[in-house]
Each structure stands twice: as C-alpha cells, then as structure tokens.
C-alpha cells in the first residue's frame, strides 16, 4: 500500500512582509515527501482556512515574524470553529518562549521557532500527522 504524502499548508497571515524562511521550510518539508501549498504573503485568516480546507490539508504551518502570534492565532481557531472545521495548527516564526504555554493552551500543537532545525520540524510533523 502506497501512502499519502503528508499535506502541510504553510501560510504568512497578516502583515508580516518576510517570507524566505517560510519558503525554506516549504522548500524542505517538499525535500522530506510532504506535500505543501503556500499560500504567500499577507494571507487574512479566511483565505488560510478557505485553502487549508480546498487543499485537504493535515496540517496548518502559520509562520509568523511579526510579533501578532497570539492574536493571529486566537483569530484563526475562532474562525475555525466557525468554519466548523479541525486541523492541526503549528506555529513558526519568533515566539517568545513566554507565549508558548499561551498557544499550546489554544490548540496549537508545536511551535517551531525561527532556527529549529529540519530534522525536528519534519519529526515533528509526521509525528502529528499520524
């Protein structure tokens, strides 16, 4: 039996303007056999879900450098929920060590701050696809 590659959606919310560690994440996690869509720049919280759920996505990656995880993220399972939708949310970017409880307690299943290395970050997402 073949099996299904594992469908990462890796989304820039917001205004955050830098993306080249999203597109190297993406560009690895492809190197690795997921599957990724990236959806690019200044996505809203509607577009990321309308593509997660389009694409049949396993897991939401939001990588955020902005400083907004939190509120961003709030917005996103709130939506969620409205969508009447579930996926598995990870978080990447800079994130404070301060704020990881507060994420985790939301749903997100891990954050992956910026220099996590490529071998925990596929790890880690296989282990929450499966």
Known sequence: MIEKPIRVLV??????GHDVGAKVVSHALKEAGFEVIYTGLHQSI???INAAVEEDVDIIGLSILSGAHVPLTEKLFAKMKEYGTEKTVVVGGNVPERD??????MG???VLNTGTRFETITETLRGLAS
């Open 11 to 16: 989304a820039k919310p917001g205004l955050d």
């Open 46 to 48: 509607d577009a990321i």
């Open 108 to 110: 997100v299943a891990a």
């Open 100 to 105: 990881h409880m507060k994420l985790k307690e």
